[in-house]
């Protein structure tokens, strides 16, 4: 698990191969990611729009923005914790994803943006 702490707000991040549905003969590797939120500072929080950037190991890049997660923008209370579960695929059996959402504080409507950790999409075979 990676994780990191941006204006009080913590993101962690779990991933997870996917062989059932990956097809390396055809150059599919699909990964699952799990995120968790944790607002730690004194005010309510509304994730409105994410921007990741995806790499497979072939140097290939690819970017992805809109709003909320899986279809949501939870608003996320003091002391709480939003999780969801998403996937990627990439096109090698190797690659990493970071990005940021974009948030505002409840409160004032203030902007801030929330880095999202550099993670790594690794199929296990290659770690033997």
């Not at 913590?10 to 799990?34: C, G, L, R, W």
């Not at 090698?92 to 004032?108: A, I």
Request: proline fraction near 5%; glycine fraction near 8%.
């Amino acid at each position: 698990m990676v994780t990191t702490i941006t204006e009080g707000v913590k993101v962690s991040i779990e991933t997870i191969y996917q062989p059932e549905y990956s097809n390396p003969a055809n150059d599919h590797f699909m990964f699952a990611y799990k995120v968790s939120i944790e607002n730690m500072t004194n005010y309510a929080i509304r994730l409105m729009s994410r921007h990741w950037y995806i790499f497979d190991s072939n140097g290939a890049k690819r970017e992805v923005e809109g709003e909320g997660v899986v279809g949501q923008q939870p608003v996320i209370e003091p002391g709480h914790t939003h999780e969801y579960v998403s996937g990627c695929n990439l096109k090698t059996d190797m690659g990493n994803m970071k990005g940021e959402y974009h948030m505002v504080r409840m409160l004032d409507n203030a902007n801030f943006n929330v880095q999202i950790p550099e993670f790594y999409l690794i199929a296990p075979y290659r770690l033997n």
